[in-house]
């Protein structure tokens, strides 16, 4: 080092790199918070802090979502078509610049640096060591800090020592300049050392503070020296390191010597291990294509973000939304463009102005992609909650025309009714793709409406008599016209097993192509799916052979082992049966198999067109009958939607099979307009109006007769009311129907309401009607539940289950069950005392059920409800005993399917009664009780796996897996490993690792959460203490 001393070229600071969050990477200073100078800063430190996040390990970047208000302001009536929907990434861009690699694969370590060599980074430590070793540089440095830190120049100029956590950090300011020019040292501004040394060697500072006490003990406080306000050094540094500067006594100025000495000569030895040690560590690897992406969503989301904080609501070119969720539909559906239909719909003024919309087109059309578009506008840009409102059944429909379907129809209705009275601000918008008088519907929803006959798919209509095919033509006289004879050569037996030709329809199109074929009932699904497969070729064995065994061995393992006999035998050959007496889980894999072209043909109910996304080239529609009812046009047209999907074939065919003797109504069926729907909220009249009344009295929505009729005039059943009251008017059966909940205990008059005019009388709830609007209790069932609830508080056996499950067996399946009087009996004549114990207290003998399966005859009257109720209570005990549905479903000669539902329906009602008895203090017993039962029931398993089946994604036999390798409980799910579940769970991908993982942390972030807002409800204090009430009402 020359004499004039090497000129300190860059600063070395070790900061604490904390992670910024979404909201400090987005929040912009306000120009009050930004003081001279800063703009600079700030900008340096940005740079500066993109170099300084080198690290040899990318972390996780949290991203928080923004908080939604409480009451959803947009409501998505629809009823989905296709199961798999995108869901929105949040990515934040890597912390390494595009600038730092030199390639796409790996990192140069250490740069342009050779560590050791002369002008390497250590070389500078090293002289800067040496020179400042000299008594005459150490005493002028320290000198200089003093006239600069002290000076008029000391506005620009910083010079600190901080301390945060175990990093430390010393900085010179780049901007200094001094008015004295010193001659021997001049401090410039150029980038840090710290700042262009590879990522793998900054990691040496995180455990600096660890490896190094002399470097912790020596480290200060940061303070600012501004020109607001001069300090000296003396009030700069710590008060240690000011007795340092004021000794003057040889002795402690040596000692202080050899500990500056010591600690240089700890850092540089330091640096050396680091670097030593981290030029073996492997280095991660990172793409330029991908952070050049992320880069990009980087600066749109911060672009998002600021539109957001203004008052638009566009925030980016695609339909208002970001062009990231273009993306993610080109990634995940390979939807790149949007049809012009769904443009057009989207753009249209009562979009733009969140007025209701009710958009109606035939199926396949993709109406599914503009709700999903319209529900992302109001999270996305408006930030608002989306109501999706589903149907009721196992199988998704999308029918807005399901609000004249029962119950179900009853209860979506009274939801839109509430929210059309509630809120003026909740956009509505109702899809589907068949209405007719859609005219009643647009006047109940107050809603614009928007059409098309668009269909990506030409679907060509087929009517099939005997050997001949006609094509379903409108122009032509009679409907349709010859097309073509069948081709298929048929022996004797084939023609008497497949009288409909079946056989020579669907192998005109499988394997190549897939087809479903549509039968009036499910026994009739299984039986020809068997006929097919015994006269296909052999060559249809071959036809991705593998992957049917895998199919095959699937079903045996979601089913503990076992395999329905029908589907052993066709699905070699591509073909298998879907109805309800599948569970859930057996259909779930038919139809990905289905989907992936791994099965070929379906033979199916009709309750799959209702809106399963599982399309065919071909569909046959077995018969014009489903059960014995003859088919409806809305259900023809939903079969025949499933041929010719957009995507996936390039045309769509339907063959109607009927006889002559049906021809005549099929001719009517295929010319005939779709049925018209109507409002059953008075036809249901339990599940219908009366409920309606208790809820909007409970949630005090409207209390008194004037208020309650004016909401029924805008329900769907008010429009309609001069097409579907001929006998009463609106008002009287408003009337009638308020007296009713009177007299049966839900509601009562107000006895401080002294109006003289009926209509003006008040109602409120009582116990009893809260307790049935709390528990969802279908009305009808209401006063039985309670008499045997309070029956069983007289008596209640708790040496088993049996009675509990009783309380809890759904009525409305108990009323349509035929038991099997011989399984019955056998079942009975193997109870145990204390379970004979419970038949006794229900009335029910062995007696009885022994002469019912003999035939005799049977004199003495007993409740047959209560009798068919206990059956398929037998049913469910066995269940929670055995937990395999497959043995149960023998024992019982019952569908395993409807095991499944069985049991999903009593767990639903358990809950149900859980919140019954939570109302009324008499019941306060079953609270504990039901609360363990309605889990056993809701999972089915043994105790020990039901904290596993509460994480999405975990079904029985995987929460067996999981218990078995040592992952017991939620907590050990929340900080499981993904990669090391793969490796211990045996069929484990690793999306469903990662999801698993997830899912366990949201669940016990939930229950943190639950138990925070516990403690600190009992820390806080009531509103009603003595001192705050008296001060209130006083002030």
């Known amino acids: 080092m020359n004499e004039g001393g090497s000129r300190i070229r860059r600063r070395v600071a070790v900061r604490k790199r904390n992670r910024p969050s979404l909201e400090s990477i987005f929040a912009s200073p306000t120009a009050a918070d930004l003081q001279p100078g800063d703009e600079e800063d700030d900008e340096e430190e940005m740079m500066a802090g993109s170099r300084r996040k080198k690290t040899a390990e990318v972390q996780p970047v949290e991203v928080q979502t923004p908080q939604l208000s409480n009451s959803p302001r947009c409501l998505i009536v629809h009823f989905w078509s296709d199961d798999v929907n995108p869901g929105l990434l949040a990515c934040m861009p890597t912390e390494r610049t595009l600038g730092d690699q030199n390639n796409d694969s790996e990192e140069d370590m250490f740069g342009d640096y050779d560590s050791f060599a002369e002008n390497s980074f250590l070389a500078h430590v090293d002289d800067l060591e040496q020179y400042m070793q000299l008594p005459e540089h150490r005493k002028h440095a320290s000198d200089l800090a003093t006239d600069d830190l002290c000076s008029e120049s000391d506005k620009h100029n910083k010079l600190s020592v901080t301390t945060i956590d175990n990093f430390t950090e010393l900085k010179m300011d780049e901007h200094t300049t001094n008015e004295s020019r010193q001659e021997d040292v001049c401090i410039e501004p150029e980038p840090d050392l710290l700042y262009d040394i590879p990522s793998s060697q900054v990691l040496y500072f995180e455990n600096l503070h660890n490896s190094s006490n002399d470097l912790g003990d020596q480290s200060t406080k940061e303070r600012d020296c501004n020109s607001s306000s001069h300090k000296t050094v003396n009030e700069e540094l710590p008060q240690n390191s000011i007795e340092q500067h004021q000794q003057t006594d040889d002795s402690s100025s040596k000692v202080r010597t050899s500990s500056e000495e010591n600690r240089r000569k700890s850092l540089k030895e330091h640096l050396k291990s680091a670097m030593t040690g981290n030029a073996k560590a ?58 012009e239909w769904q443009h057009t719909c989207l753009t249209l003024n009562s979009v733009q102005e969140r007025k209701n919309l009710i958009y109606s087109l035939p199926t396949s059309g993709g109406k599914t992609l503009v709700a999903e578009i319209l529900m992302l506008q109001e999270l996305l840009c408006r930030r608002r909650d989306v109501l999706m409102i589903l149907p009721y059944v196992a199988i998704v429909q999308e029918k807005l025309h399901m609000i004249g379907e029962g119950s179900r129809g009853a209860i979506l209705e009274m939801t839109l009714a509430k929210v059309l009275y509630t809120s003026k601000t909740t956009q509505i918008i109702g899809m589907s793709a068949t209405l007719n008088n859609v005219e009643d519907l647009q006047e109940f929803l107050q809603a614009e409406y928007y059409t098309s006959q668009f269909r990506p798919v030409e679907l060509k209509e087929y009517l099939k008599i005997n050997d001949a095919i006609y094509e379903v033509d409108s122009k032509a006289e009679n409907g349709m016209t010859f097309s073509r004879l069948l ?110 072209g791994v099965l070929c043909l379906f033979t199916c109910t009709s309750t799959l067109a209702a809106g399963v996304n599982l399309p065919a080239r071909r569909v046959i529609l077995r018969a014009p009958y489903v059960a014995k009812e003859f088919l409806k046009r809305n259900q023809y047209k939903q079969m025949i939607g499933r041929a010719g999907r957009a995507g996936i074939d390039s045309f ?133 539940l309670y008499r045997d609830l309070k029956k069983g508080l007289e008596g209640l056996v708790l040496e088993s289950l049996l009675h509990l499950i009783y309380l809890t067996t759904p009525y409305d399946m108990a009323s349509q069950c035929d038991p099997d009087w011989m399984i019955y009996f056998r079942q009975f004549s193997q109870l145990s005392p204390a379970e004979q114990n419970v038949a006794a207290l229900l009335g029910v003998s062995e007696n009885f059920i022994g002469k019912k399966a003999s035939g005799q005859a049977i004199k003495k009257k007993v409740d047959k409800d209560t009798v068919n109720r206990l059956y398929l209570s037998f049913v469910l005990y066995a269940l929670l005993k055995e937990t395999n549905i497959w043995s149960v479903s023998e024992k019982f000669n019952m569908p395993r399917g409807y095991i499944q539902s069985l049991l999903t329906g009593a767990a639903t009602f358990s809950s149900c009664v859980l919140h019954f008895c939570e109302e009324l203090e008499e019941f306060w017993v079953y609270k504990a009780l039901l609360v363990e039962l309605t889990k056993k029931l809701t999972y089915c398993v043994k105790a020990e796996l039901i904290p596993l089946m509460e994480v999405t994604g975990v079904l029985e036999g995987r929460a067996k897996q999981l218990y078995n390798a040592g992952y017991k409980s939620l907590t050990h799910l929340a900080n499981a490993n993904p990669e090391v579940l793969i490796r211990t769970i045996d069929h484990l991908s690793r999306r469903q690792a990662k999801q698993i993982v997830s899912s366990a942390k949201m669940l016990l972030h939930e229950k943190a959460e639950a138990l925070q807002e516990e403690v600190e409800e009992l820390l806080r204090l009531p509103s009603d203490f003595p001192g705050i009430a008296s001060s209130t009402e006083k002030a």
């Open 652 to 784: 769509g065919e339907s063959i109607l099979i009927l006889q002559e003797k049906d021809k005549q109504q099929v001719l009517e069926l295929i010319s005939r307009p779709l049925e018209n729907c109507y409002s059953h909220l008075v036809q249901e009249f339990t599940k219908g109006i009366q409920t309606l009344f208790l809820s909007l009295i409970g949630l005090k929505i409207a209390t008194n007769l004037d208020d309650i009729y004016h909401f029924m005039n805008g329900t769907f059943f008010g429009v309609q009311q001069k097409i579907l009251l001929k006998e009463k008017s609106l008002w009287e059966i408003t009337v009638e129907s308020l007296r009713y909940l009177t007299e049966k205990g839900l509601l009562q008059k107000d006895t401080t309401d002294k109006s003289e005019e009926e209509f003006q009388h008040s109602f409120h709830i009582t116990k009893l009607g809260r307790a049935s609007f709390k528990g969802t209790i279908d009305l009808a069932y209401c006063d039985v």
């Open 487 to 596: 081709n298929y050569k048929y022996s004797d037996t084939l023609k008497k097993m497949d009288p409909d030709h079946l056989v020579a329809l669907v192998t005109e199109v499988i394997p190549s192509y897939s087809c479903l074929v549509f039968c009036p009932t499910k026994k009739n699904c299984e039986n020809v799916a068997e006929m097919i497969c015994k006269f296909l070729s052999k060559e249809y064995l071959k036809h991705r052979e593998e992957e049917k065994h895998e199919v095959i061995k699937n079903l045996k393992n979601v089913s503990s082992g076992n395999l329905c006999p029908v589907l052993k035998r066709t699905i070699p050959f591509g073909v298998a049966y879907h109805h309800s007496g599948l569970t859930s889980d057996e259909r779930k894999l038919l139809e990905e198999a289905y989907s992936t």
């Open 282 to 339: 492997q280095t991660p690897i990172f793409s330029k294509t991908k952070q050049l992406k992320e880069t990009l969503l980087s600066e749109e989301i911060n672009v998002a973000k600021k539109t957001i904080e203004s008052s638009s609501d566009d925030l980016g070119p695609f339909y208002s939304l970001p062009s990231k969720v273009r993306d993610l539909y080109v990634q995940f559906k390979g939807i790149g463009k949007l049809y």
